[in-house]
């Protein structure tokens, strides 16, 4: 198993630019989350998909669009990037379900994107 | 907002040595979790304690919880420096019908020889 993959691990923007990170999961599981990272702020939510076909908004989304493709893809599409959008982004999975109510999550490799 | 509060933020200890990082949360919980980030790298899950769970233990980590007190404590003993790596707590709330949890801000941890 893979786990969970993303591309690109780095990515370079101007100002305006679009740009989709994709990330994939091998593991079957249900849910699939996207982050962000800067420094000394630990992680933030941006949007997660409970299930295959459900999409919700988390902590920071302003900015961000999401699919999920299918319910091994879940990508991230940034319109029109802004400095502001520099970090490192990690997606994540897990199998959570109502009935287990067990939710560890399973990280990717993150990728690092620069919006000069 | 960031539910765990992670402290210190930072720690420098010796190999042999343990190691205790503590965590403060705000709201009720169904259960805490540890994870630990090497430099440039994905997080990877250490532990789960459950709500109603005091203690757990996993190899040379120890997790304990206080609901009452809205705290976590992670002790490795007899660090190494492969250990080197910063270290987040992560609260998945009560209530909702999906799984989001919510990380503190981390304690970076060094072992030396």
């Known amino acids: 198993n893979a786990g969970v993959t993303q591309t690109p691990k780095f990515q370079v923007l101007k100002t305006g630019q679009s740009m989709t990170l994709q990330c994939a999961q091998d593991m079957n599981h249900n849910s699939m989350y996207w982050y962000r990272q800067d420094p000394g702020m630990g992680l933030r939510l941006i949007y997660y998909s409970a299930s295959e076909g459900t999409t919700d908004k988390g902590e920071v989304p302003n900015g961000y669009n999401v699919s999920r493709l299918n319910k091994r893809e879940f990508s991230l599409r940034l319109e029109s990037a802004a400095p502001s959008q520099t970090s490192v982004y990690f997606c994540?999975?897990?199998?959570?379900?109502?009935?287990?109510?067990?939710?560890?999550?399973?990280f990717g490799p993150g990728t690092r994107l620069t919006v000069l | 907002s960031q539910q765990g509060e992670e402290d210190p933020q930072a720690l420098s200890i010796q190999e042999g040595e343990n190691a205790t990082m503590n965590c403060s949360y705000k709201t009720s919980i169904n259960n805490l979790q540890w994870y630990r980030q090497n430099s440039g790298r994905g997080l990877v899950h250490l532990i789960l304690i459950r709500s109603n769970e005091r203690e757990k233990h996993s190899g040379r980590l120890r997790v304990t919880l206080d609901t009452s007190k809205k705290s976590s404590s992670l002790l490795i003993t007899a660090s190494r420096a492969a250990d080197t790596a910063s270290y987040f707590c992560?609260?998945?709330?009560?209530?909702?019908?999906?799984?989001?949890?919510?990380f503190g801000t981390g304690t970076r941890l060094q072992v030396t020889l």
């Open positions: 994540a999975s897990t199998p959570w379900s109502l009935a287990e109510l067990t939710d560890t999550q399973y």
């Open positions: 992560a609260t998945d709330a009560k209530g909702g019908t999906a799984s989001k949890l919510t």
